[in-house]
């Protein structure tokens, strides 16, 4: 699966829209961007995924260059409880099972 | 929405004992997983499953067994239990086909002394 590059910690207003990006400039063909969030001391809940066009959910938008080698995601009004650490992750479909979350962004939405 | 339910948030056993945790998924899922997470280490796989009875090792097997006499159930058995198995365990499923995603429980943090 390819690599992925997220910054460390972001910060938010509450209300104001949260655009976490991603880098995974080596993805191929198959590969699909995904999104996963975990608050603290709970399990990874998945937002959203998508492979070439822009995904909207209830949860979030997923932004995808043309190139697909960035992706944003987007949490159009940001509220406290979206305080998180936020992973992309890019794997093919095909391959492995498991999932390998990096580092991730550290999320904190301020009042 | 996918409900996927851990029997223990929260766990306390003693060095040598069998401990199991339990894991159940209400959405007819083929696939499911038993991860461990611990700082600095993230999130590692023990072992999964594709269907019933059917189990495959992931990455850290040892010291684990597994059991899928349902499909809507997973359940991971610590044989002795043993300090370094003190961890955050997670149990994911997952439909079969195309891109669908893993999904998590809440988790159950397992403490062992």
């Known amino acids: 699966d390819a690599k992925t590059t997220q910054p460390t910690s972001m910060d938010c207003a509450e209300g104001r829209a949260a655009n976490l990006p991603c880098n995974h400039s080596t993805i191929s063909g198959n590969e699909y961007v995904y999104w996963y969030r975990q608050i603290h001391s709970q399990g990874p809940q998945y937002i959203i995924h998508?492979?070439?066009n822009n995904e909207t959910n209830e949860m979030a938008s997923l932004i995808i260059t043309e190139d697909r080698k960035s992706s944003t995601l987007i949490l159009p009004h940001a509220t406290l409880r979206d305080t998180a650490v936020y992973y992309c992750i890019v794997r093919d479909f095909q391959g492995a099972q498991k999932l390998v979350f990096g580092q991730g962004t550290r999320l904190t939405i301020n009042p | 929405d996918v409900k996927v339910t851990q029997s223990s948030r929260y766990l306390v056993k003693r060095t040598g004992e069998k401990v199991f945790l339990e894991c159940v998924q209400d959405m007819d899922h083929e696939n499911m997983f038993w991860y461990r997470q611990d700082p600095g280490l993230g999130l590692r796989l023990i072992y999964f499953s594709y269907d019933v009875k059917m189990k495959e090792k992931g990455d850290i097997p040892e010291g684990y067994s597994v059991s899928r006499e349902k499909k809507e159930r997973f359940s991971l058995i610590l044989e002795s239990a043993s300090t370094n198995q003190t961890s955050m365990y997670l149990c994911?499923?997952?439909?079969?086909?195309?891109?669908?995603?893993?999904?998590f429980g809440d988790g159950t943090r397992l403490s062992i002394l």
């Open positions: 998508g492979l070439k």
């Open positions: 994911a499923s997952r439909g079969t086909g195309g891109s669908q995603p893993q999904h």
